[in-house]
């Protein structure tokens, strides 16, 4: 099935940074997600975004709907450790119920 | 409100071998979801319920899969003849209403040898 392009893959960062992760679609989107999961657990929902040009935060994460609708961005700041998992967007035309996901990005923080 | 919940947690089977997993949503959700996830992949949609009616299928969703929502709560996935290449999470997930957000469970791991 289709997957939206997350980039990057994978990130090796220190604590204290800032993370910023994009994800494209060659087709719109009328909601993006943004999820997490840590390994062995189900993606848990991070921020909902409804409208093009929005830009929502949930205390360090802010993510933004491109204006296009093709694409989603999520910025992290001041990294800490349990920010370490797996990041998918994951984006639903309306009316479809039905998420695309992205194909994640791994973040690892470095001691 | 305690979550989607999800049963078993991890499931390891013989091929050939017939599996069912339950999923409760979050109570007052009416629309339940099912995803698969394979290693290093995100979750693919397999199907959703709004109440008790089966309303989606996708074509990843083979004639050994079966899903029930009988009384419009809990959800049961059932595959058949299981296959090695049936190996994955799987996904619960429920909203509220058309075009909410989607609350995740922990997922069913299975492992089939």
């Known amino acids: ?23 494209t679609s060659s087709s719109i989107f009328n909601t993006w997600l943004w999820y997490k999961q840590d390994p062995g657990e189900g993606p848990v929902l991070l921020i909902a975004l409804y409208k093009a040009g929005e830009l929502t935060s949930n205390g360090r994460l802010t993510a933004q709907f491109g204006i296009t609708r093709k694409d989603s961005f999520l910025n992290i ?12 967007c994951a984006g639903q035309l309306r009316g479809n119920e039905k998420l695309t996901f992205g194909t994640g990005t791994r973040l690892t923080i470095i001691p | 409100d305690t979550g989607v919940s999800q049963d078993p947690r991890h499931k390891i089977t013989k091929r050939g071998q017939n599996v069912t997993f339950r999923c409760d949503p979050i109570s007052e959700h009416n629309r339940l979801y099912w995803y698969r996830q394979t290693l290093g992949q995100g979750p693919e949609f397999l199907t959703y319920f709004q109440n008790e009616a089966q309303l989606e299928k996708s074509r990843l969703l083979s004639d050994r899969f079966s899903a029930e929502r009988p009384k419009g709560s809990f959800s049961t996935l059932e595959i058949q003849r299981t296959e090695q290449g049936d190996s994955a999470m799987y996904l619960c997930a429920s909203s ?18």
């Open chain 2, 96 to 113: 509220l209403a058309r075009d909410s957000e989607q609350y995740f469970g922990p997922g069913t791991r299975l492992t089939v040898t």
């Open chain 1, 1 to 23: 099935g289709q997957q939206l392009n997350q980039s990057p893959q994978s990130m090796f960062i220190q604590e204290g940074e800032d993370v910023s992760m994009n994800c």
């Open chain 1, 77 to 88: 700041s001041a990294s800490i450790p349990s920010d370490v998992g797996i990041y998918f």
